[in-house]
């Protein structure tokens, strides 16, 4: 057990903080800014200025435009800590930088990357995954969309549904089926789509939050070149599913619930029911601590798998039980918030004696989207049960 | 930066392991519970060759001279074997207590015999977490007066630490006059824990120093979290294997979702759990200030997921769970005393929020 992270990386962290210093005034305000993308003239100054001095894009091989720096996932560990403690934008994140560019290092030709990767990292492209459809949620293989051949272009047709920034998008990589006589997960490509194609509409799907906007993308007859598929024609799946070595910080989630139970524990020191801070309510309070003995436990699970990453070493179950803990967590928090605050609670939309713009009501409703999305809790518990306790799949 | 055990730590699992595996079958467990003293001298001096009676006793004194994550270590696997041992008693908080606050005189005396097994200590500090039953021991004109309920290591103790207050501690040799023993049974028959009644009895000495009594509790809270894991690991490892073998409507039970997401939770409560008792053994060690609270959420933590974990192990299990003759509830009952030792976990929350000032 050593929890130091030794001098190289200290002294990565004090040229880190310099930088952050001297640049502050450069930085796009608020934290979130970038994630998903952005034509703000600033967002896109930013992200040039952190990819020139390495801190963003970092392990994207620099004939792509990256910084071409190896994989290091103590240095992607100080980087979220110090940009989030200088409450600084960390640059453009979202699907594109995270998602596709990873996928097309590791599967496309050198041509996509060429074409596509360096305006992807600098935010000049933003981004959308075409992957669910109302028939292919937790059956994701189920993609219904079709591409069918047509001289040197795939024609689609079909709808994709949850399509996150579909509505900014300059493109999308999706999920299309192209091989109709295959077998279902072998029947899929992975296509790069223009969103300006004729016959792409992109209509909103508002969520029950009234602020979360997703989309869905409707296909007309729309056309592709044959070009656009990455990897072979019906490796989609695999090519959806590749583990990608890029850097993942296990410890961002907890992170963000220390940061959530912390906010709570100001509102319930100042939150009052006939004039006693909710904090000396015997309930609430032995709520409270139950929820801080769940976050903290999350706090060391993020550090040993942290560990096992470094020391590339399998975690087993214990690697697959973090989302469905963690979505739980983020939403319970939200709830003690709502009970500390009772009828001011429910209150929302800029109301008279609304507390901190409606956050926590927002987080309640939108964390039990995450507790859905992105494979539901109960597909969560099927992978922790049969892939990680060796438990025997139902039959189907 | 590594989050995780040693590979001394790892080698000392396994050994304990596979000793605990071949010297110590559930039959020979069930043997020793119905004996009165609920000790086997053979067991106890076997383990302490391996080292793990004396992890904690300093080498000057024939021990180890490790750390309390080394004990959690030990800890976990003797409750996965469900091992009757005196270890939580007297390897872990009578061994802080007198190796932090002993005087060498003290040390000289008590702490060899712990590392060897020959010599047990009990140790009496329920009421420094909460009263019960009007309980509780005062000092007057140098004798000892009231009466300290769950004494744990009762059944081996050849004398007793008694904690008065977080500062000090009565060192009360088993026969001593004005001192009775008085059994109590609880729903564990793997351990022994009593009541001392004390009538002017007079303590052979005293152990003093800030927090004395306050480190031995803080240690024996995270044992105890160490001890609720192990059991769980067992509990949880003993429901998949009998989810992946019981056949109804033609197929292994496991195969439903209905079983088999009750593992999945199972084993998503568990796992994050893990790191949370190994971080509280590293800060009672390394980062003093943080010490008492992780110890209070590690047992309480613990405490509520070991025992939403037990009884859902069981009903995996159905019929043949509630069985005397099947081995679950020598775990369920192992969770059941250990949630309530040293503080529930409704009072180890209420400390942990004093603690941080709220």
């Given at each position: 057990?050593?929890?130091?992270?030794?001098?190289?990386?200290?002294?990565?962290?004090?040229?880190?903080?310099?930088?952050?210093?001297?640049?502050?005034?450069?930085?796009?305000?608020?934290?979130?800014?970038?994630?998903?993308?952005?034509?703000?003239?600033?967002?896109?100054?930013?992200?040039?200025?952190?990819?020139?001095?390495?801190?963003?894009?970092?392990?994207?091989?620099?004939?792509?435009?990256?910084?071409?720096?190896?994989?290091?996932?103590?240095?992607?560990?100080?980087?979220?800590?110090?940009?989030?403690?200088?409450?600084?934008?960390?640059?453009?994140?979202?699907?594109?930088?995270?998602?596709?560019?990873?996928?097309?290092?590791?599967?496309g030709s050198e041509e996509q990357k060429q074409r596509w990767i360096g305006p992807t990292i600098r935010g000049e492209v933003v981004w959308c995954q075409g992957y669910s459809e109302p028939g292919a949620g937790s059956d994701l293989a189920n993609v219904q969309t079709r591409a069918v051949e047509d001289g040197g272009d795939f024609v689609i047709n079909g709808q994709k549904i949850w399509t996150t920034t579909a509505h900014l998008a300059d493109m999308m990589f999706g999920l299309v089926r192209t091989e109709p006589g295959a077998e279902k997960h072998a029947g899929i490509s992975y296509v790069l789509v223009p969103m300006q194609s004729p016959g792409i509409e992109v209509r909103p799907l508002g969520t029950m939050t009234g602020r979360a906007e997703f989309n869905q993308v409707f296909f007309t007859d729309v056309r592709v070149p044959q070009a656009n598929v990455v990897g072979r024609r019906g490796e989609g799946w695999k090519i959806a599913n590749t583990t990608l070595k890029h850097e993942r910080n296990s410890l961002a989630p907890a992170g963000q619930l220390e940061a959530g139970l912390a906010r709570l524990v100001e509102l319930m020191r100042h939150e009052t029911r006939d004039g006693r801070p909710a904090l000396e309510d015997p309930l609430l309070r032995d709520r409270l601590l139950r929820l801080q003995g769940r976050v903290l436990a999350m706090k060391y699970h993020g550090l040993r798998m942290l560990t096992a990453s470094l020391q590339q070493e399998s975690p087993g179950v214990a690697g697959l039980v973090a989302k469905l803990a963690g979505c739980e967590l983020s939403h319970q928090v939200a709830a003690l918030a709502i009970d500390a605050m009772g009828e001011l609670g429910v209150l929302y939309d800029g109301s008279k004696h609304e507390r901190a713009h409606g956050l926590w009501q927002f987080q309640y409703m939108f964390s039990l989207g995450l507790i859905i999305g992105g494979g539901t809790a109960q597909i969560q518990k099927n992978i922790i049960a049969e892939r990680g306790l060796g438990l025997p799949r139902e039959k189907t | 930066m590594d989050f995780g055990l040693s590979e001394e730590q790892r080698l000392l699992e396994q050994t304990l392991r596979r000793y605990l595996a071949s010297e110590l079958p559930i039959a020979r467990v069930r043997e020793i519970a119905a004996t009165a003293a609920g000790h086997d001298p053979k067991l106890w001096s076997g383990l302490a060759e391996l080292g793990v009676a004396g992890v904690l006793v300093p080498e000057a004194h024939g021990g180890g001279g490790l750390r309390l994550l080394d004990a959690a270590v030990a800890m976990q696997s003797l409750a996965h074997a469900a091992a009757p041992t005196p270890f939580l008693g007297s390897s872990v908080m009578a061994a802080v207590a007198l190796a932090g606050a002993g005087t060498p005189a003290q040390q000289r005396e008590w702490l060899p015999r712990i590392a060897s097994g020959d010599g047990v200590l009990g140790v009496a500090a329920s009421e420094l977490a909460a009263r019960r039953d009007g309980a509780g021991v005062r000092e007057q004109g140098g004798r000892l007066e009231g009466r300290a309920l769950f004494a744990i290591e009762s059944g081996a103790a050849a004398a007793f630490l008694v904690a008065l207050d977080a500062d000090r501690l009565a060192l009360v040799p088993r026969g001593a006059p004005g001192l009775e023993v008085a059994p109590l049974a609880t729903i564990d028959r793997t351990r022994r824990v009593a009541e001392l009644v004390l009538s002017r009895a007079e303590p052979a000495d005293w152990v003093r120093g800030p927090r004395a009594a306050v480190r031995a509790l803080d240690a024996g809270r995270v044992a105890l979290a160490a001890d609720l894991f192990g059991a769980c690991e067992r509990a949880l490892a003993m429901a998949v294997d009998y989810a992946k073998q019981r056949q109804q409507f033609g197929r292994p039970i496991g195969s439903f979702q209905a079983v088999k997401h009750l593992c999945a939770e199972m084993a998503a409560e568990l796992e994050p759990a893990r790191s949370l008792v190994w971080y509280a053994a590293f800060a009672f060690d390394e980062r003093p200030g943080e010490a008492s609270l992780l110890a209070a959420h590690a047992k309480a933590h613990l405490a509520e997921i070991a025992t939403a974990i037990v009884r859902t192990a069981t009903e995996v299990h159905g019929g043949i769970g509630f069985t005397d003759e099947h081995d679950l509830h020598l775990w369920f009952k192992r969770v059941g005393l250990d949630r309530q030792l040293l503080g529930a976990p409704d009072v180890l929350r209420e400390e942990a929020a004093k603690l941080q000032g709220w």
């Open positions: 057990m050593d929890l130091s992270y030794g001098p190289r990386y200290e002294e990565f962290r004090r040229g880190l903080r310099d930088f952050l210093e001297k640049h502050r005034e450069r930085a796009p305000r608020g934290s979130g800014i970038g994630a998903g993308g952005s034509r703000d003239p600033a967002v896109l100054a930013w992200q040039r200025l952190l990819i020139q001095h390495g801190y963003a894009a970092r392990t994207v091989p620099k004939e792509y435009g990256g910084a071409g720096a190896e994989p290091d996932l103590l240095v992607r560990v100080i980087l979220d800590e110090e940009f989030a403690r200088a409450g600084l934008s960390p640059g453009i994140g979202g699907q594109g930088p995270e998602m596709l560019v990873p996928t097309l290092l590791e599967h | -």
